[in-house]
């Protein structure tokens, strides 16, 4: 970026701050509009974004349109949104769902909110950040297996795309300004709004039963050292007792989960903690979609652990080391009235995250 450019947006970034309309000369290019992500009150402070750019109205506009765009498929039959579907707060119902090659996926596709607080993407951790992300599911044979070079010919046969590219990147169409943009809308994707969130933060609309309040003390104490704070999830990667035999390499090591990447014995099983938001809409659970029902997900924590070097102690709370989370029937029904209350309804129904092509 050119240092005529940055000072244009820091010059607007400046009026928007002054609450001031820029004055435009007729013959001035026109001028990104810098956004900055609303950090909801009882959330810690985001993830820094990628050095270098700025996130902006028309750059998180654009990333939208790009979600939703079954050009980023190489049949143009699948878009971003196919196995991100906003209902379902951003995941696709099933445990594994098919992509390009008509044949199911090694992996359940994970939700999509709160990226911005992220740290690591896919369930290895496998990309550092949502830019790297993108181009894994863009070009992989059995997901949207689309070629780059071709996707950016695509786009550019589109005017309007030409233009908000030169206009949010200064240049032309390349694979790495659409994976920017696409960086930026996933990064509003914020669901901070749930009947929880009231009660936190004490809004209206915040009411919580008995019932509720006590499956947020269990969920705090039980769970809460992998599913932590408000985010409901500490971003790291555990052995959370699924399987005891990781000896199976086939796929690139994909079914021994953070050793993969690493290829440190003790990530040996260990895959990223998702979030607790939003968990009734984004059945099936895992990140092999194993369990339909939360019922199933509870059952599995209190008398399905399977014990393995790497698992960990968060999951054997018994007497003495026991596998499991001890959890009564009592208990099991609290937890899940309290998961309900993380549902956000405004987020999976908000427009701004909908297609722009209906």
Known sequence: MSVQSVSRILAVAFCLVSACTPQQEPDQEPQVRILELQVPANFPEPEKVMAGYPLSEEGVELGRKLFYDTRLSGSNTISCASCHQQQLAFTDGVALNKGAAGTPLLRHSPGLANLAWMNGTFWDGGAKNLESQAFGPITAPDEMNQNLQELVSELTAVPDYVAS????????????????????????????????????????????SELELKGLTLVQQKCGSCHAGDLFTDNGYHNNGLDSDFSNHSYEGIFQGRYRITHHPADVGKFKTPTLRNVLVTAPYMHDGRFATLEEVLRHYSQGIRASPTVAAAV??????????????????AIIAFLETLTDYEFIQNEKFSSPFN
């Open 165 to 208: 590219f030169r206009l949010i990147f200064q240049d032309e169409i390349k694979p790495a300004y659409i994976a920017r943009a696409l960086a930026q809308f996933q990064r509003t994707l914020i669901s901070a709004n749930s009947r929880y969130d009231k009660y936190v933060r004490q809004e209206p609309g915040g009411k919580m």
């Open 316 to 333: 054997m709370q018994g007497a003495e080391g026991v596998a499991g989370i001890p959890l009564s029937v009592e208990e099991k029904q």
